[in-house]
């Protein structure tokens, strides 16, 4: 495998940066090394360069789709970061009596950077505890990521028992099923779970987005964090108009809006409302 030089680097997260909003620190050409290196040994290369052209030059854009997924970092597991799911059941008592008063019974969320699917799934375990009980809601959980390697991951909903660790057991119980023979270290999520969660792949970076909302809540945490400052700005516009009236935005905890201007009210680190 060749050494990427610092040039063959710049030019590669210039892509990646105009593509995807991902902006790659100075420090990670080993990362980018090894990720971008894995295409080349896919199509037999010897040079970066080859294959930056060869990505530039594929019309369909199918290798720019493969590119990304290699670049893209996707750590993610169940009930990550718990308060904003203690916060959740928090608000959906109030927020599901206001929709039953203005004569509504939809409820709906947007995981945006949804990677392997344990963030909305999650909402959807959050969320059916809900509105399951009581009957007669429409909630669902539309999921979208960048990288079509995380989604197909997502859509087959299986997952091996030390991610569903995280998981309440009664909701384990309720919401997943143990697999059996050589499958019993896994867990596939119920067919009621996977009713309420549509995956989409969706390139945050798209100047239109095929869906018009409005949601009741946007996740979108962990996925900023990768994008300059003023796509950040860009993708704050955007959700603030894509959220309902009182609907709520969550983000990362590493992340931050203070820096950006944006109409959201603030509630708590992390979590804002429109
Ligand atoms: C670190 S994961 C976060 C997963 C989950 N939200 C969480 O917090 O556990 C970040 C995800 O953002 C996705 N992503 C990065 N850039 C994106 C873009 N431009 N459009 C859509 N998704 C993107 C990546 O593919 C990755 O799956």
């Keep these: 495998m060749p050494e990427i030089t610092v040039k063959e680097f710049d030019k590669f997260r210039e892509l990646i940066h105009q593509k995807a909003g991902i902006s790659i ?56 970061e718990p308060s904003h799911f203690q916060f959740l059941n928090e608000v959906l008592p109030r927020v599901m009596e206001e929709k039953k008063k203005s004569g509504s019974s939809r409820i709906r969320t947007w995981s945006a950077g949804c990677s392997t699917g344990e963030e909305p799934y999650t909402l959807g375990m959050n969320i059916g505890e809900h509105c399951g009980a009581s009957g007669g809601w429409d909630a669902k959980i539309l999921a979208t990521d960048l990288s079509t390697r995380v989604l197909a991951e997502a859509q087959a909903g299986v997952y091996h028992g030390d991610k569903v660790r995280s998981i309440a057991p009664h909701l384990v119980k309720k919401y997943l099923t143990q697999g059996t023979g050589e499958w019993s270290d896994n867990f596939r999520v119920s067919s009621q779970l996977s009713a309420m969660v549509v995956f989409r792949r969706l390139n945050l970076m798209d100047s239109q987005y095929p869906f018009k909302g409005p949601f009741d809540f946007i996740f979108c945490r962990n996925v900023m964090i990768y994008f300059n400052r003023e796509f950040q700005q860009k993708l704050i516009n955007r959700f603030y108009d894509y959220i309902g009236p009182g609907g709520y935005l969550f983000i990362g905890h590493s992340e931050s809006l203070t820096s950006l201007d944006h109409k959201f009210k603030y509630i708590r680190p992390t979590v804002y409302q429109k």
């Design 25 to 80: 620190a100075d420090n990670k050409i080993q990362l980018v090394q090894a990720r971008v290196g894995r295409r080349l040994r896919f199509h037999d290369m010897d040079s970066f360069n080859e294959y930056y052209k060869l990505v530039v030059d594929d019309k369909s854009g199918h290798e720019m789709v493969q590119l990304l997924d290699a670049i893209s970092i996707n750590l993610t597991s169940f009930f990550r």
